[in-house]
């Protein structure tokens, strides 16, 4: 079941990279293997979530310009609040998974302009930066909640007897 489930990483990294940008609403586009993660972590647990967002993240960064590590770290640390947050919550609300995902967008926003800094790659100015996050947090909390809804009811109705 791994292997499935690692296949669908890659496409999910290979589809964030080519066509998520051409759905792009106010400047940003959904981050797939961020919403996969939030998804894993919230149905399976944090340790799922941990694993699934380093392979996640380093698929990432294997198709970026830059060095290897920033967009792993960043999902591991998205991948933690979640796990954390989940912990801490009733785990059949829809609302608090749409949060959690808002809340890991923008740390893995965060991350990745503070790796960037970091790193002397350039970094773009920080009203331009918050823009975008907010944007994306809208989007990714959207495509969470429709995602969580889908899983829980495709879980549901498989696991129940003929």
Same mark, same amino acid.
């Given at each position: 079941?791994?292997?499935?489930?690692?296949?669908?990483?890659?496409?999910?990294?290979?589809?964030?990279?080519?066509?998520?940008?051409?759905?792009?609403?106010?400047?940003?586009?959904?981050?797939?293997?961020?919403?996969?993660?939030?998804?894993?972590?919230?149905?399976?647990?944090?340790?799922?979530?941990?694993?699934?967002?380093?392979?996640?993240?380093?698929?990432?960064?294997?198709?970026?310009?830059?060095?290897?590590?920033?967009?792993?770290?960043?999902?591991?640390?998205?991948?933690? =609040?979640?796990?954390?947050?989940?912990?801490? @919550? +009733? $785990?059949?609300?829809? %609302?608090?998974?749409?949060? !959690? #995902? &808002?809340?890991?967008?923008?740390?893995?926003?965060?991350?990745?302009?503070? =790796?960037?800094?970091?790193?002397?790659?350039? @970094? +773009? $100015?920080?009203?331009? %930066?918050?823009?975008?996050? !907010? #944007? &994306?947090?809208?989007?990714?909390?959207?495509?969470?909640?429709?995602?969580? =809804?889908?899983?829980?009811?495709?879980?549901?109705?498989?696991?129940?007897?003929?």
């Amino acid at each position: 079941m791994s292997g499935v489930f690692f296949a669908l990483m890659i496409v999910l990294a290979l589809v964030q990279v080519t066509w998520a940008p051409h759905l792009q609403l106010y400047g940003a586009f959904p981050n797939l293997v961020l919403a996969a993660v939030v998804c894993i972590t919230w149905l399976r647990g944090p340790r799922a979530g941990l694993v699934w967002a380093c392979a996640g993240g380093l698929l990432l960064d294997l198709t970026a310009p830059g060095p290897l590590g920033p967009h792993a770290i960043a999902l591991l640390v998205g991948a933690y =609040a979640v796990g954390f947050w989940v912990r801490n @919550v +009733p $785990p059949t609300s829809m %609302v608090q998974p749409a949060i !959690a #995902a &808002a809340a890991a967008s923008g740390l893995y926003t965060l991350v990745l302009i503070g =790796a960037d800094d970091t790193l002397g790659l350039p @970094v +773009p $100015p920080l009203a331009l %930066v918050f823009q975008l996050a !907010a #944007a &994306a947090c809208v989007y990714n909390a959207a495509l969470v909640t429709v995602s969580v =809804a889908a899983l829980r009811r495709f879980t549901t109705t498989s696991s129940e007897p003929a």
